[in-house]
C-alpha cells in the first residue's frame, strides 16, 4: 500500500489488485461474536445482489484494521 510518509518514491502509486466499484465495509464489535455473524452475513447478501445486477464489489471483513483505516486503504 502507497503511503505519502513512506520511503518509497514520488513515482510509486497504490493500485488495488482488481477493479473493484464498491468496497462493503462491515462494522461490527470484535467482542461479540453473534453481531459479527449478522453483520457479515447481511453484507454479502448485498454483495450478491450487487454482483448479480453486474457491480463489481469487494468485501472487506479483515479484523486488522479499523474501519477508518479501512476506509483510507481503500
Known amino acids: 500500500m502507497y503511503h505519502p510518509d513512506s520511503a518509497a518514491s514520488a513515482t510509486d502509486v497504490w ?8 468496497i462493503i465495509v462491515p462494522i461490527f464489535w ?3 461474536a453473534d453481531e459479527k ?4 452475513a447481511a453484507a454479502e ?3 450478491q445482489q450487487l454482483q448479480e445486477v453486474g457491480i ?11 474501519p477508518g483505516q479501512k476506509y483510507r486503504y481503500w
Not at 37 to 40: A, D, F, G, I, P
Not at 56 to 66: I, M, P, Y
Open 37 to 40: 455473524t449478522t453483520v457479515v
Open 45 to 47: 447478501e448485498v454483495q
Open 56 to 66: 463489481q464489489v469487494g468485501l472487506d471483513t479483515t479484523n486488522a484494521d479499523t
Open 30 to 32: 470484535n467482542k461479540k
Open 15 to 22: 493500485e488495488p489488485e482488481t477493479l473493484l466499484q464498491v
